[in-house]
Nanobody, 122 residues
């Protein structure tokens, strides 16, 4: 089992940037695929981005392509989500996720962080 701690959320104006971080508890961090999901008020949780174990492959939702970048530092047991050109519709609670499967990390990952609020004002 792996424990995930999300951080980095906050309030930002439209067009601004934020970087989310997710620290994992296990030294076997590099064996997990990692991802980010988000949930806006009144909406279902949705996939945002994922990254393979080595970081060599990344995946994004169409709504964030070209604006968000997922990366990982296996030496620090940390995954990041750099969010640029933020829009009011990006407002949501963002959750870090982990799974051994590169398929499941994009749909129903096994492990979740506690979430961090991102609010984008217009």
């Amino acid at each position: 089992q792996v424990q995930l701690v999300d951080s980095g959320g906050g309030l930002v104006q439209a067009g601004g940037s934020l970087r989310l971080s997710c620290a994992a508890s296990r030294r076997t961090f590099s064996t997990y695929c990692m991802g980010w999901f988000r949930q806006a008020p009144g909406k279902e949780r949705e996939f945002v981005a994922a990254i393979s174990r080595s970081g060599g492959n990344t995946y994004y939702a169409d709504s964030v392509k070209g604006r968000f970048t997922i990366s990982r530092d296996n030496a620090k047991n940390t995954v990041y989500l750099q969010m640029n050109n933020l829009k009011p519709e990006d407002t949501a609670v963002y959750y870090c996720a982990a799974d051994n499967s590169l398929i499941l990390i994009r749909s129903t990952p096994a492990y979740w962080g506690q979430g961090t609020q991102v609010t984008v004002s217009s």
